[in-house]
């Protein structure tokens, strides 16, 4: 479960690069939203899933696999952005996004019939190819770039985030849509439904990338990305004072926030526990989890950073995320869905908060010559916080369902304790 929504930044990609084709009109700015989006319905219906149908198949009695399988999918984004990002430099932005799009519908539709063979193989497979075909959504950030001027990229760049928040929230809804569909089957076991709607999905937003979505660059003309490592970016950002204290809190508080993301569904689906949320009602809470999202990012964040500052509004982020969690462990124990709802969007509220500050932060106080490849590894500490978080929580879930959180509470004090120590003194990067 992706909820962050932060999308990789491309190095001074233009609107206009020289060599290139006429750039696409607005109307591609509309096509790509809308590919997007429809792409993401199907990870909505999907993700929310996923490590509840992995524990009805049979895993190990530590969790190990359910946290490998959760990690799997950032992984496979983690290595395989930049490389798709450099072969859409080569070929195009289209072939790769189109590209992508298909792998996604393969791998979906594989998914439901990982969930008629009740194969916990075939969800990694799944896992892992839809991890690989998703890692274009950087590719759909360069496109974004390429038919934008600087002016207008901020606002671009935020179709990916809405995109994001939309497909959370709507993906789960027509997921359980699905498993009515499929009748008393989603019951007592793993229906596949929801895994064939969302290829369905994935497959109309092929289609409609191949009919509507221009290219936006000439083969060869694109700009030059980033490597899976790249030691100078790393260097450059290190070298800026606070922005290495940023970048930490970045890192701690998205383990933090894995701990929720992974561990969400087995809390609401368990037997042992009081909510025993069947297939269905997990995606419903699922989509109030998105609907929070986009409104918590679309217009709380919106209107707050017009009128308060970064540091407050990352302070005001980590109170919110650490008194979310300490709501979380008392709902579960008390098995209240009403506090779980109330607990749930304060978590996600912080967060919300306190990631875009945290990211606005560390652009400003970087070399603006050298931002693209700062804020490529603040994206590259993302994903992998993004693998460490289900690695911690999803074995102690499987302790004890309360420690995830308290650990995340614990991991959460440490982020605010560095961004309150080192990261809210630094300044603005001067020139002088």
């Given at each position: 479960m992706k909820l962050s929504t932060e999308a990789p930044a491309p190095d001074g990609a233009s609107a206009a690069a020289e060599g290139g084709p006429a750039p696409p009109n607005r109307g591609s700015l509309l096509v790509i939203f809308v590919t997007i989006f429809i792409d993401l319905l199907g990870f909505?219906?999907?993700?929310?899933?996923?490590p509840i149908y992995a524990r009805s198949f049979g895993v190990d009695e530590h969790g190990w696999q359910i946290a490998l399988l959760m990690s799997s999918f950032s992984a496979m984004q983690f290595v395989f952005a930049p490389l798709w990002g450099r072969l859409s430099d080569h070929i195009g932005r289209r072939p790769v996004l189109i590209a992508g799009l298909l792998g996604s519908a393969v791998f979906y539709a594989l998914f439901g019939l990982a969930a008629v063979w009740k194969s916990l193989t075939w969800l990694f497979i799944t896992r892992i190819g839809a991890g690989i075909a998703g890692a274009t959504v950087s590719t759909a950030s360069a496109y974004i770039a390429d038919v934008t001027t600087p002016k207008t990229r901020a606002k671009g760049m935020a179709l990916i985030g809405a995109a994001f928040g939309l497909g959370f929230t709507f993906g789960p809804l027509i997921g359980a849509a699905a498993l009515a569909f499929s009748q008393g089957e989603a019951a007592i076991g793993a229906s596949?439904?929801?895994?064939?709607?969302a290829a369905i999905l994935s497959a109309t937003a092929m289609l409609l990338a191949i009919a509507l979505l221009p290219e936006s660059v000439r083969p060869g003309g694109g700009q030059t990305h980033h490597p899976v490592l790249n030691l100078?970016?790393?260097?450059?950002?290190?070298?800026?004072?606070?922005?290495?204290?940023?970048?930490?809190?970045?890192f701690v508080s998205v383990v933090s926030f894995g701990a929720f993301e992974t561990t969400l569904s087995l809390l609401l689906a368990s037997e042992k526990l009081p909510f025993r949320f069947s297939f269905p009602q997990v995606l419903l809470f699922f989509a109030f989890v998105g609907l929070t999202l986009s409104l918590a990012q679309g217009v709380l964040v919106r209107r707050l950073a017009a009128r308060?500052?970064?540091?407050?509004?990352?302070?005001?982020?980590?109170?919110?995320?650490?008194?979310?969690?300490?709501?979380?462990?008392?709902?579960?124990?008390?098995?209240?869905v009403p506090m779980l709802m109330a607990a749930t969007a304060v978590e996600v509220t912080g967060?919300?908060?306190?990631?875009?500050?945290?990211?606005?932060?560390?652009?400003?106080?970087?070399?603006p010559a050298r931002q693209?490849?700062?804020?490529?590894?603040?994206?590259s500490i993302s994903a992998m916080?993004?693998?460490c978080g289900p690695l911690i929580a999803v074995p102690l879930f499987f302790r004890d369902p309360a420690l995830p959180y308290w650990a995340a509470i614990a991991i959460m004090a440490v982020a605010t304790g560095i961004f309150l120590v080192f990261g809210r003194k630094g300044k603005d990067f001067s020139a002088g």
């Open positions: 909505g219906m999907v993700l929310p899933l996923l596949p439904w929801p895994g064939f709607t100078r970016s790393w260097g450059d950002a290190l070298a800026c004072p606070s922005v290495p204290a940023l970048l930490a809190t970045s308060v500052e970064e540091v407050p509004l990352a302070l005001a982020g980590c109170v919110a995320t650490i008194l979310g969690f300490a709501l979380l462990t008392y709902a579960s124990h008390l098995g209240r967060f919300s908060l306190l990631t875009p500050s945290v990211q606005s932060l560390i652009s400003r106080r970087s070399d693209g490849g700062v804020m490529g590894v603040a994206q916080a993004r693998i």
